[in-house]
C-alpha cells in the first residue's frame, strides 16, 4: 500500500522560510517524478513543482519561481520543498503526489498523493 506522509506546515510571517517534507513508502521511490501541489481556500489545486527521478531537472509554477525550491533523497524516500520568502498568496495546503511516468503539471496525471500539510502566511 503506498502512503505519502507530508509534514513541515505551519502559520509564519511575510518573509519567512518553511521546509516540507513528504516521507514516501509502499513504492519503488526513485522510479517516480515528485510534485508539490496546494489549495488555497476557494481555489481549485494548483501544481507548485515537480521534480524528475534523479533530482536533475526541475519545473515550477511562475509564481514560486526564486523562492521555492524542490528537490529529493532517493535513499530516504523523501521529497522536500524549501519555501523562502513566503508570502500571504502562499497560504494553501500543500499536497505532494507521484507520477510513475512522463512530465505533467497535471493533478490528474498523478498517482498517488499525500494527505496535505496546511501551511498559513499571515502577520
Known amino acids: 500500500q503506498v502512503q505519502m506522509v507530508e509534514s513541515g506546515g505551519g502559520l509564519v510571517q511575510p518573509g519567512d522560510s518553511l521546509r516540507l517534507s513528504c516521507a514516501a513508502s509502499?513504492?519503488?521511490?526513485?522510479?517516480?517524478?515528485m510534485g508539490w501541489f496546494r489549495r488555497a481556500p476557494g481555489k481549485e489545486r494548483e501544481f507548485v513543482a515537480r521534480i524528475s527521478f534523479n533530482g536533475g531537472s526541475t519545473d515550477y509554477t511562475d509564481s514560486v519561481k526564486g523562492r521555492f525550491t524542490i528537490s529529493r533523497d532517493n535513499a530516504k524516500n523523501t521529497v522536500y520543498l524549501q519555501m523562502n520568502s513566503l508570502k500571504p498568496e502562499d497560504t494553501a495546503v500543500y499536497y505532494c503526489?507521484?507520477?510513475?511516468?512522463?512530465?505533467?503539471?497535471?493533478?490528474?496525471?498523478?498517482?498517488?498523493w499525500g494527505q496535505g500539510t496546511q501551511v498559513t502566511v499571515s502577520s
Open positions: 503526489a507521484a507520477r510513475a511516468r512522463g512530465y505533467s503539471r497535471a493533478s490528474s496525471d498523478y498517482d498517488y
Open positions: 509502499g513504492l519503488t521511490f526513485s522510479s517516480y517524478i
